[in-house]
């Protein structure tokens, strides 16, 4: 959702060489010099349109299950009984050898299943029957054909504290679950019910924009004339050509193997809905500036929701204000769109 709205944003200014904008109660005209750029736009009808999308309802089975999810990614820490196989323990641990703490043997706050043969022989073993708070030392011997060659076949010692151990089986839906989500000594179930229905609520009213927003902004260029600055165009497609490509390697992936596999399309495509978004840009901007749009208060909320921010001067201080003030506008412009479409 983020993407979407970054993709819809951009970061360019757009200037309309002939602008002529038609709509049922006005007709406007804007005019630069061609020097400055070759774009163009004739804005179709943008109200009235048709989209197919629902706004999904919550429903109390779903916020139910969003509960027990959470309680699943929330267990209860125990730190009154052993540790025993099966359980997920906490543990601190360093490594050393020959006194000496060596490297990638040294981890704090770590998970790690008893049973799970995720450590060397005798190690999980050893902290089955530690105590929550406990310290000791494991003495142990890394394999032969360990793949650190270094430690391949070392005695070494294991200097291991159990914090407290959780498992799945002893999960509870009690206030003490609210209270390990939400990090609030006083929280209750009841709320965290509340404010996870109100998380759920926002999250399908933003995909229900966005999906609708999507469904009528492609009408509006479809019904218009554009024509978008190449210059600009060259300099989109390159800077999302730069980002993928250095995130392709990250993977070891080449560019068209990247898109395919993460973002389900080819090199033209991504490249192509790259310059359509320009379009869409330039539309909305055209429109935002015929009927005088500003952004509600609401609206700036949602927006920093969708961006993964808690607040609008949050988004700001991630985005900055220019960057934040054109992603505000296209939210409100496509609301609008979706407030004008045909009932």
């Known amino acids: 959702m983020a993407a979407a709205m970054v993709v819809m944003t951009g970061c360019g200014n757009n200037t309309a060489t002939e602008t002529t904008a038609t709509t ?24 009235g349109l048709t989209h197919t999308k629902v706004k999904d309802e919550v429903t109390s089975g779903e916020v139910e299950a969003q509960i027990h999810s959470l309680a699943v990614q929330y267990p209860p820490r125990k ?4 540790a025993a196989e099966g359980d997920k323990a906490n543990i601190d641990y360093v490594g050393k050898l020959d006194g000496v ?23 999980e073993e050893a902290v089955i029957g530690m105590m929550p708070g406990e310290e ?24 291991v504290k159990l914090n407290y151990v959780t498992n799945l089986n002893e999960i509870e839906v009690n206030d003490e679950l609210a209270q390990r989500v939400t990090y609030k000594k006083d929280a209750t179930l009841e709320q965290l019910k509340e404010e996870t229905r109100n998380k759920m609520e926002i999250n399908a009213e ?44 990250l993977y070891g992936m080449d560019y068209k193997t990247f898109l395919a596999s993460f973002m389900n399309t080819t090199p033209e495509q991504a490249e192509a ?16 500036r015929i009927e005088n749009i500003q952004a509600t208060d609401d609206q700036k909320a949602k927006v920093a929701w969708i961006n993964g921010c808690d607040s609008p001067e949050h988004l700001v201080e991630r985005y900055g204000e220019e960057q934040a003030e054109k992603m505000y506008g296209m939210y409100a412009g496509t609301y ?7 009932k």
Do not use: W
């Open 273 to 288: 809905d790259v310059v359509n978004s320009i379009k869409e840009e330039m539309v909305m901007n055209e429109i935002i």
């Open 24 to 47: 049922t109660a006005a007709v406007t005209e804007t005019t630069v010099s061609q020097a400055e750029t070759e774009a163009s736009l004739v804005l179709g009808e943008y109200k």
């Open 79 to 82: 730190k009154d009984r052993v």
């Open 101 to 123: 703490a060596f490297e990638g043997g040294t981890a704090y706050s770590h998970d790690l299943e008893l049973g799970s043969g995720e450590f060397i022989n005798g190690f």
């Open 336 to 342: 609008f769109l979706i407030e004008n479409a045909a």
């Open 206 to 249: 933003v995909y229900y924009y966005l999906e609708s927003a999507a469904e009528l902004l492609t009408q509006v260029v479809e019904n218009s004339e554009v024509t978008v600055d190449s210059k600009l165009a060259e300099e989109r497609v390159t800077e999302f050509k730069n980002q993928y490509v250095a995130q392709a390697m």
């Open 136 to 159: 000791k030392d494991i003495p142990l011997t890394f394999p032969e054909d360990y793949h650190q060659a270094d430690l391949a076949g070392k005695d070494v010692i294991f200097t």
